[in-house]
Antibody, heavy 116, light 113 residues
Framework: EMQLVESGGGVAQPGGSLRLSCAAS????????LNWVRQAPGRGLEWVSY????????YYADSVKGRFTVSRDNAKNSLILQMNSLRVEDTAVYYC?????????WGQGTLVTVSS | DIVLTQSPDSLAVSLGERATINCKSS????????????LAWYQQKPGQPPKLLIY???TRDFGVPDRFSGSGSGTDFTLTISSLQAEDVALYYC?????????FGQGTKVEIK
């Protein structure tokens, strides 16, 4: 069964950093593009970042560009989101999702709270 | 960036009746290489991640009941639930994947009348 499990969420202060991970299992990980999508409390979905299977294509939302870095380790079936210079408005549940364009499979999400 | 605008923001439908959600794109999202519109629909229930329902505007994902259907072309798309069931109470989002950044509609809340 295809499974994605996010971890690394928690509380950070404004200006701080967090590192999110997404562990994949049950499918051939390396060919899949992967995304991070977030959802602030009581709000809609916001796409954050995309990385292609071979890491040759990487994209970010303007709201996180220059602060967040996405990477993947295909040998370990893992996706990483390094979040620096965190802001209060980054508070959200962060989901990883596979994509073949549309977002096929989603993890359960990990909550990031940025607060002083 | 492509802006997707859903309407209505919420709707209440009686059990067994039809629910219709619209999604209007600020630009064409037609994929020439695939000859398809790059639009997906997702369902999200409270406390759960979104679930893919429809892709390429009208293709149901595996296991999605056939009461869910997608249609549309150009810049106007529709998700229809032909006979609303209690388990369909949820938020519904459209999303375009024709270009970066990927964008979502603001969501439509479906409730039972």
């Amino acid at each position: 069964e295809m499974q994605l499990v996010e971890s690394g969420g928690g509380v950070a202060q404004p200006g701080g950093s967090l590192r999110l991970s997404c562990a994949a299992s049950g499918f051939n990980f390396s060919p899949y593009g992967l995304n991070w999508v977030r959802q602030a409390p009581g709000r809609g979905l916001e796409w954050v970042s995309y990385i292609s299977g071979g890491s040759g294509k990487i994209y970010y939302a303007d709201s996180v560009k220059g602060r967040f870095t996405v990477s993947r380790d295909n040998a370990k079936n893992s996706l990483i989101l390094q979040m620096n210079s965190l802001r209060v408005e980054d508070t959200a549940v962060y989901y990883c999702a596979t994509s073949t364009g549309h977002l096929d499979h989603w993890g359960q999400g990990t909550l990031v709270t940025v607060s002083s | 960036d492509i802006v997707l605008t859903q309407s209505p923001d919420s709707l209440a439908v009686s059990l067994g009746e039809r629910a219709t959600i619209n999604c209007k794109s600020s630009q064409y999202i037609f994929d020439v290489s695939k000859n398809e519109n790059s639009l997906a629909w997702y369902q999200q229930k409270p406390g759960q991640p979104p679930k893919l329902l429809i892709y390429w505007a009208s293709t149901r994902d595996f296991g999605v009941p056939d009461r869910f259907s997608g249609s549309g072309s150009g810049t106007d798309f529709t998700l229809t639930i032909s006979s609303l069931q209690a388990e369909d109470v949820a938020l519904y989002y459209c999303q375009q994947y024709n270009s970066m950044p990927r964008t979502f509609g603001q969501g439509t809340k479906v409730e039972i009348k």
